[in-house]
């Protein structure tokens, strides 16, 4: 079922804006494959922002935000999109990656299922098999979503299913629930319609920061200029596109041969949680308290070394006099 394309197994392999006199290359390794929450970028890359800046950016299709991290943490990348959970593991296990701007201000996992199946709340997941790819950021961070969730991590069954295969699996009743980003929360609606149930972890007192953009440390000091040029204009184009969706997703559409229509739909259900509640600082700042909390979650979860997670971040390429839209 081809609805969007982060259910697709295709994209294009990268996007490349041409090369001015005086730009510096940079390389932008995304998380996966290019969907909603990634229009800002094409919209500022079809628009120029990113050339007029003197940055040439490259922008690589990912699999997944593991990839991405080694691929930040090697250098092969400059900079790289990751959900900030797995990022923090990765410097915990002494990858040389620092945080340059938040995406989602909020979490954006999502747990799915059908009410015809009997669970009627996330207690009722117990005994349930649950389906995701081994990678899939939401099952690395079970531990602590079943802690929010009152459930024991032990009680349900994990199944290896390829990203493309949950809606299908849940469909067929191979899984009983699975986990996904709420930007395609609407794909869901579509197929299962009134016997659709979920919960967002957001709001279930669990929500570290989402997906963010890190960059190499070596990169970070040696493009230092081209990042800073490179995370403002993402922040213009980030404001831009949070209060005027349709010319971004009309931009991803051209750019990766999307639905227009999944385009728009992705981009504003990414936009309900990019924001994040309650947040005041300007367009992609971290907020050093709930960066701590972010971290003391997965210093729980994971064999870490220890680290002082104000140095997993930095605010000193944003832009303060950028905001997000009122809402």
């Not at 500022?44 to 991405?68: C, D, F, H, K, N």
Request: proline share 6%.
């Amino acid at each position: 079922m081809k609805t969007a394309s982060a259910l697709l197994a295709g994209a294009a392999a990268l996007a490349l804006v041409p090369a001015t006199a005086g730009a510096t290359n940079l390389s932008l390794q995304l998380n996966w494959n290019a969907g909603g929450d990634h229009a800002p970028l094409y919209y500022a890359l079809a628009q120029g922002w990113y050339a007029e800046a003197g940055v040439t950016l490259e922008i690589r299709q990912g699999s997944g935000s593991g990839m991405a991290a080694q691929a930040a943490a090697l250098g092969q990348a400059d900079v790289a999109i990751i959900d900030t959970p797995t990022a923090l593991q990765f410097i915990g296990q002494g990858s040389p990656i620092t945080g340059i701007f938040v995406a989602y201000n909020d979490s954006p996992y999502g747990i799915y299922w059908k009410k015809s199946s009997g669970i009627a709340g996330p207690a009722d997941l117990a005994g349930r098999r649950l389906g995701a790819p081994a990678f899939d950021a939401a099952r690395q961070m079970w531990l602590p979503i079943a802690g929010a969730l009152g459930l024991d991590p032990d009680s349900v069954e994990w199944v290896n299913i390829q990203p493309t295969a949950k809606v299908a699996a849940l469909q067929s009743g191979t899984i009983d629930a699975t986990t996904h980003f709420y930007s395609v929360h609407f794909v869901y609606e579509d197929v299962f319609g009134d016997d659709l149930a979920y919960v967002l972890l957001r709001d279930q007192g669990l929500n570290p920061y989402g997906l963010a953009y890190f960059a190499n440390n070596d990169a970070m000091e040696a493009k230092a200029e081209t990042i800073e040029a490179m995370v403002q204009v993402t922040q213009r184009a980030f404001a831009f596109c949070l209060e005027t969706p349709e010319p971004c997703a009309e931009a991803l559409s051209r750019a990766v041969s999307m639905r227009p229509a999944d385009a728009q739909r992705e981009l504003e259900y990414a936009g309900r949680v990019m924001p994040g509640l309650d947040n005041d600082l300007p367009v992609g700042a971290w907020d050093s308290a709930r960066m701590r909390q972010a971290y003391e979650m997965v210093d729980a979860s994971f064999d870490i070394t220890t680290f002082d997670p104000e140095t997993a971040f930095t605010n000193r390429f944003i832009d303060e006099g950028i905001s997000y839209p009122d809402r």
